[in-house]
């Protein structure tokens, strides 16, 4: 099985998930930690090299505050989360602005967790212009190698702002279900779908 | 009717359409031509406010040479074809390399052809660390505004390099036929489609 090295993901859908099943919209981010696990130990599993997460963007955080507040404490609990596995773990996205949540700044540069291992990377007010703002030094995400496939639940078809430059050659594989109904098969059925496609890098 | 802006188009597909239709690879790219001025038509019709073509990009260039001799033909051939029409026409990529058409030359600045009207963008030679390679004055293709729609023909579902800035919020639409069997339906089922996304860009 020829796999993907780095697997990007776009955890979408909770707000929407939230409201068909009765909720107010921020009560999705909470559902959407779990999955996060799973996915994690699907990789751990399959041997993949580097996970990214998208958490949210600097766009992200001009929605409502309690939104704003629901998502970064999800973000927060998720990394922490993360911490207690075996992996490679960074945090990536503008440090230096109020969005960015405290709790999260040990994680700015990447650091081993347990036994190391899977190099994980979840952007936190993650900003493109934020990560070419001096060039004179290369872009500040140049610890986050080229995305093979990047994975979006909810049904979008965009990148809403992940890592472009990674994202270059990254195959786009689309889940309709919302992150929080994450299952199994949505990985695995990527990865077939993976299998097939035709890596050429423009070449 | 709420319509994109900006369209970009990759148009992927002439060498496999070309194999599949008993003639050798290269034989794809002249057929990619006529359907380049009918979508032209189309989003003139629609009042597209700016069209972006996939020509080629640097990496495109590492093929043999006769692909890639003639892809810089078809190239060549597509912009002096749009300079027959109305539309502020530029051509982008990097102008400084041999893989770069001399006879593209004039058009690396935008230029009004006809009465003007549409931008017209067109990718030739492009590769997005050229676009950046000199931040402290913005990047290269600052002319070049966010793309709304991409819609790409030939199945892949990847940008290959197509404006990473330009397409941090763009919505991704395939078209599983090749370029070379473009249909005006392609165009208007992805117009459909657009409509029932939800932009926010990030928001």
Redesign the interface.
Known sequence: MRLPMHVGVIPDGNRRWAVNNGMTKEKGYDKGLSPGLELFKLCEKYKIKELTFYGF?A??T??PKLQRLTFTKACVDAVEMLSKENADLLVIGNYESDMFPKKLLPYIQRKRFGTGGMKVNFLVNYD?KWD?SD?TKGIKSNDISRVDLIIRWGG???????L??Q???????IVDDYWPDFKTEHFEEALLWYQK??IT???
Request: cysteine-free; hydrophobic content about 30%; glycine content about 10%.
């Open positions: 963007t766009d992200n001009k929605r493109w070419l060039m979008r078809r965009r990148l809403s702002g992940f472009p430059l994202s270059v050659y990254s195959d786009f594989y496609q035709d890098l423009g070449g």
